[in-house]
């Protein structure tokens, strides 16, 4: 039996308390990778729970990459984390997993037509000379210019090279911010992020919860609250004007940083994108910008601008951990983005969004209700769970990855589906739409 006490007087789902309790297992080292999982129906009769209950749970944990599962053969601890006890033969081999073709909210589309600019860069990175020591920690000099001039044109966020540090991602950004500040709650919106909490839980700090869709009133005894305000990730709303300035006058009030993950923010297709809330208060906000969503998530950069108070000891960490990107990608990127590439990657597969969200809408708008407004990527749609799931079902034997909305929920009570439309080509899409209708159909 799992060492887990759920409290019904605690006002968190029963789901989230053991999903909460696992992971910290995890974390603790008691449940090590390879360990096998009791069984829904075993756990939930042991805790007295409903097996939804425990199915909720492991869904969150899957989801989060804890656990692993394969029909028929069970489920057991992810293999390796933390380098403990795993056990590679009973490793999920994701042979099913692999020819599923994602629908998610984070797969880009990339026009193939601007290939000859992206031969270019690397034909540049393999001629030139790479420095011979550690490089400057803060990122390339002239990439952090160019990041500057783009994210003055396009997010309204009035900065030099000077501010810009380049990072391998979002979550480098954010692992680097936490790293140097206080050890205190981090809020993150909920429904919001599942790297972001798995990141703040890894830094041994525990996860405020902020209603994804009101004003933050209260961030007392909170280091930073983590938001996605130009798209709210993953119901798709921006933030009102006003939830602005009240997120900012309680940030100020409270002491608390804000963390501005601005992942997909270009990719609005009915209004101009909202300039970035850093622009509002560079001393309040730290900014995260991405390459996953523009360019690709498997180039693994991206870049931050944080407040002067934190930048000091920010760029010592990095510079100590000589946590930066490899210096070939950076260089790339120099190319890229002096060359066009990056505008015209996000202007055609704007274009390309455009065209395929209300391909999206007319097809699943019949069967349920949308969370927001469309833009960037993905849309997400609010259904009873059991549709939802019936509809993934569907979608899956199809052979078509899509998202419930439960899995980014932690308190709030959401269920519906989260539909990526960047990652499959056309046909896929009418594909994955077809399936995904027929089960919503049927259930
Ligand atoms: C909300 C959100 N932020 C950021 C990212 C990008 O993260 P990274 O820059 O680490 O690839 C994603 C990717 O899906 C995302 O969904």
Redesign the pocket.
């Known amino acids: 039996m799992l060492p887990v006490r759920l409290d019904r007087a605690d006002p968190r789902p029963l789901g989230s308390q053991l999903a909460d309790q696992i992971r910290a297992l995890v974390l603790s080292g008691a449940l090590a990778g390879g360990d096998r999982m009791p069984a829904s129906r075993r756990l939930a009769t042991d805790l007295g729970v409903s097996r939804s209950v425990v199915e909720q749970a492991f869904d969150q944990l899957l989801a989060e990459g804890w656990i692993e599962a394969r029909q028929g053969a069970g489920t057991w601890v992810a293999g390796g984390r933390s380098g403990a006890r795993s056990r590679p033969a009973r490793r999920r081999t994701p042979v099913v997993e692999r020819a599923l073709v994602m629908l998610d ?2 797969t880009p589309w990339i026009d193939p037509r601007h290939e000859a600019v992206w031969r270019r860069a690397w034909r540049e990175v393999s001629t030139a000379t790479p420095p011979r020591g550690y490089d400057d920690p803060r990122g390339l000099p002239e990439l952090r210019a160019l990041v500057a001039e783009r994210l003055g044109r396009t997010r309204g966020l009035a900065v030099d090279g000077d501010a810009v540090r380049i990072t391998s ?3 480098a950004g954010l692992r680097h911010l936490l790293a140097v500040l206080p050890r205190d709650p981090v809020a993150v919106e909920d429904p919001g ?1 599942r ?1 972001a909490v798995a990141m703040v839980l890894e830094s041994g700090r525990s996860v405020r919860d902020l209603p994804a869709l009101e004003p933050v009133a209260d961030l007392a005894g909170c280091a930073a609250a983590y938001v ?1 305000p130009a798209h709210q ?1 993953p119901l798709g709303r921006v933030m009102p004007a006003a939830d602005r300035l009240t997120l900012l006058a309680t940030a100020r009030r409270d002491g608390a940083l804000v963390v501005e ?1 601005d ?1 997909d923010s270009e990719f609005r297709y009915d209004v101009a994108p909202v300039p970035a809330l850093a622009s509002l208060d560079r001393d309040r906000v730290a900014y995260l910008g ?1 390459a ?1 969503k523009s360019i690709l ?1 498997s180039l693994r950069l ?1 870049w931050t601008v944080v407040p002067d108070r934190v930048l000091d000891r920010f760029d010592a960490h990095r510079a100590l951990t000589h946590d930066a990107p490899p210096w070939p990608v950076q260089r790339a990127l120099v190319t890229l983005l002096r060359d066009g590439y990056v505008d015209a990657v996000v202007r055609s597969a704007r274009r390309t969004y455009a065209e395929r969200a209300p391909r999206v809408v007319a097809a699943l708008e019949p069967y349920a209700e949308l969370a927001g407004p469309v833009a960037g990527m993905y849309s997400t749609w609010l259904l009873p769970h059991a549709r939802a799931v019936r509809a993934r079902a569907a979608a899956e034997e199809a052979g078509f990855r899509v998202n419930l909305l439960r899995d980014y929920c932690r308190t709030a009570r959401l269920s519906g589906l989260v539909v990526g439309f960047g990652g499959p080509t056309d046909d896929e899409l009418d594909l994955a739409l077809d399936a995904l209708v027929s089960g919503l159909r049927r259930s």
Do not use: F, I
Request: hydrophobic residues 15%; glycine residues 26%; proline residues 7%.
């Open positions: 909210a984070g991602g979002t979550g992020y790297a996605t990730h993950d992942y991405t996953s998530p991206g």
